[in-house]
């Protein structure tokens, strides 16, 4: 018995009208949630109804409504979202090097620089979580991607969590250092942009930030605010070793043979 094939059936998406799919082609599902700092109350459902419908859904019905703690309720909204955008119309902030393989990258390195490159690695400020800086940089890596610390000819060193930029930025010019790798996840009052902006400032007064290729990464950074925080870029989420190696290493070439 063959496969039936049901692919006359499937709706293609219309990308100038683009909506969230749900369960079919068009129909605006989405599912939200959220916490109100009121009781669970048949009230406190009637007002998570009502501010799903100002958010733009249509038909939006409570899935869940749960005591978050004394004083708050939780809720989880489904709803069909009205609007639409028009995706072809989208342009977004985004890196644009290629991304090679470690051996491709050590080669790169060999042919181009003749030295292995310096990278520094840290979780800046008051910043304590380490987790995106040791994907990163150590050997292990990260969903089967090798850490910088593997690379024959990078010289990646990871110096932790809390340190401070005065410590990183003296790092950077005692090891003489060609990047320079800042990790934050604690987002909280924007201390993370904050601290960024502070690390740039700083290079600036010291006549570093041109000498060195400056990255940042975490769960709330996006390549957008790496720019607007002064950054050479910035990785999200997900990000592999080999991605960000990518980058600094082409940006080193590019910037090599603008001095030729």
């Avoid at 109100?36 to 038909?59: T, Y």
């Avoid at 019905?61 to 978050?68: G, L, P, Q, S, Y």
């Avoid at 008051?126 to 994907?135: F, K, M, Q, R, S």
Wanted: proline share 2%; aromatic share 6%; charged share 30%.
């Amino acid at each position: 018995m063959t496969k039936a094939d049901y692919s006359h059936l499937v709706k293609k998406a219309d990308l100038k009208k683009l909506k969230p799919y749900g369960d079919i082609m068009d129909d605006g599902v989405v599912q939200v949630s959220f916490t109100l700092p009121v009781p669970v109350s048949p009230e406190a459902r009637e007002a998570a109804v009502q501010l799903a419908h100002k958010m733009g859904f249509d038909e939006a019905k409570v899935a869940a409504m749960e005591h978050a703690a004394d004083g708050f309720s939780f809720f989880v909204i489904y709803g069909k979202l009205k609007h639409a955008i028009d995706f072809t119309k989208i342009k977004a902030v985004k890196i644009e090097s290629e991304v090679m393989g470690r051996e491709a990258i050590d080669n790169l390195i060999r042919e181009e620089l003749g030295r292995k490159v310096v990278v520094l690695g840290a979780c800046t400020g008051y910043d304590a979580h380490t987790v995106g800086i040791d994907a990163i940089i150590n050997m292990k890596g990260f969903a089967g991607d090798y850490g910088l610390e593997r690379y024959e000819w990078l010289d990646a060193r990871n110096l932790g969590a809390q340190i401070l930029n005065e410590e990183l930025l003296k790092k950077a010019v005692e090891l003489k250092a060609d990047a320079l790798l800042v990790s934050k996840v604690v987002t909280q009052h924007d201390i993370h942009i904050k601290d960024m902006k502070d690390l740039i400032e700083k290079a600036d007064k010291l006549g570093l930030r041109d000498k060195l290729i400056l990255i940042c990464g975490g769960p709330r950074v996006t390549h957008q605010l790496a720019l607007e925080c002064g950054f050479d870029a910035g990785f999200g989420v997900g990000t592999k070793p080999s991605a960000v190696a990518s980058y600094l290493v082409q940006e080193l070439v590019k910037r090599q043979n603008k001095k030729k």
